[in-house]
C-alpha cells in the first residue's frame, strides 16, 4: 500500500512536468523479522539549467500487525539545484521527518557541486560536492520506548563531501560526512529513528557522528559489479562500526537495475544485520 501511495504521489508531481527530462528510481530491501524499507525519488531537470528532486522514503522494523502501526517511520524530502555553468551547480534542500516512532526532525542543506567534462588516458569524469547543513530534531521515548520525563531536543550542524572518478572501466566513488557540532551532549539511552548511511538503502537508528565510504565498480555495458565499505561511528559510541555491501547493476537500454546484499556490523556476530537490496532507474522525457 505504502508503494503505491508513492508511486501515485511522484505521478502526480511528474504529470505537469512531462515536457521536460526525468528520471524515477525505487530502491528497497528487506531484511530479518521482516524490516523492509523503499525510497522513491523522482528527478526533474528543466532545459533552463533548474532541477527538482522530490523524494519519498519509508521503513518499517518488523512485520507484526502491532509494529506495522506504531512502529513506521516516514521521510518526505526535496532538492532543489541550479546550474551555474556546464560544470558548476549549487543545490539546497530539506527532509522532513514527521512525528512516528516516538520522535520527529527536519533536516537543511546547502551545497556546490563541481563535475567538469573531463578525460585522460586513464582518468575522467571526475565529481565532488560539498554540502553543509543542519538538522533538528525531538525525542520523546528513550531506547527502548519508554516515555522520556522531558523530550530531548537536539540540533547539530554538519557537512559532508562526496566524490566520483572513471579509472578504465572501474569507477570509484567516495563520501565523508561529520556532525560539527551538537547542541545537547549525546545520550546513550536516547536515539534517533532514523539514519542514513552512505551508498546503503537500508536505514537504521541513532545520531551518527561521522561516516566515511568508499564504492568500487567495474564497469561494462551491460553488467557491472560493485562493493562498498562503510566505517561510521554513532555519537555516543567510543569504537565505530562498520558496514558493507555487494551486488550487480545491470543495464537494460536506458533503464538500471541492481541487487546486491547489505550486512551492517559484519564482524559482531551479535548486532550483525543483513538486508537484500534491489534497485531500479527508468529515465523518460
Not at 532545459?47 to 522530490?54: E, S
Not at 523524494?55 to 500487525?65: I, T
Not at 559510541?237 to 550486512?263: C, K, M, Q, Y
Amino acid at each position: 500500500m505504502r508503494f503505491k501511495t508513492a508511486l501515485l504521489s511522484l505521478l502526480i508531481l511528474i504529470c505537469p512536468l512531462a515536457c521536460c527530462y526525468g528520471q524515477l528510481s525505487f530502491s528497497g530491501v528487506n531484511g530479518e523479522r521482516g524490516y523492509s524499507a523503499m525510497r522513491a525519488v523522482f528527478r526533474w531537470d528543466s532545459d533552463a539549467g533548474i532541477i527538482l528532486t522530490p523524494s519519498y522514503e519509508y521503513y518499517r522494523m518488523d512485520d507484526d500487525p502491532d509494529v506495522e502501526k506504531t512502529g513506521t517511520a516516514q521521510r518526505y524530502g526535496l532538492r532543489g539545484a541550479y546550474e551555474l555553468t556546464d560544470d558548476w551547480q549549487i543545490f539546497a534542500g530539506t527532509y522532513w521527518r514527521p512525528p512516528s516512532v516516538g520522535d520527529r526532525g527536519v533536516q537543511y542543506f546547502t551545497g556546490i557541486r563541481w563535475a567538469p567534462f573531463y578525460k585522460s588516458t586513464l582518468f575522467s569524469n571526475p565529481q565532488v560536492s560539498l554540502q553543509v547543513g543542519q538538522g533538528r530534531y525531538k525525542v520523546w521515548v528513550d531506547s527502548l520506548h519508554r516515555g522520556l520525563p522531558d523530550p530531548f531536543k537536539e540540533v547539530e550542524t554538519n557537512m559532508a563531501v562526496q566524490g566520483s572518478i572513471d579509472v578504465g572501466h572501474w569507477n570509484l566513488k567516495g563520501a565523508w560526512q561529520k556532525v560539527l557540532k551538537y547542541s545537547t551532549p549525546q545520550r546513550e539511552d536516547v536515539s534517533f529513528s532514523w539514519a542514513d548511511v552512505p551508498f546503503m538503502t537500508a536505514v537504521i537508528q541513532g545520531f551518527i557522528r561521522d561516516a566515511a565510504a568508499l564504492r568500487i565498480s567495474y564497469q561494462t555495458p551491460i553488467v557491472s559489479p560493485y562493493a562498498t565499505y562503510v566505517r561510521y561511528q554513532y555519537g555516543a559510541a567510543d569504537d565505530p562500526s562498520a558496514a558493507v555491501n555487494a551486488g550487480l547493476f545491470l543495464r537494460w537500454g536506458e533503464t538500471v537495475i541492481s541487487g546486491g546484499v547489505e550486512v551492517f556490523e559484519p564482524r559482531q556476530e551479535n548486532n550483525r544485520r543483513t538486508f537484500f537490496s534491489m534497485s531500479v532507474e527508468v529515465p523518460f522525457l
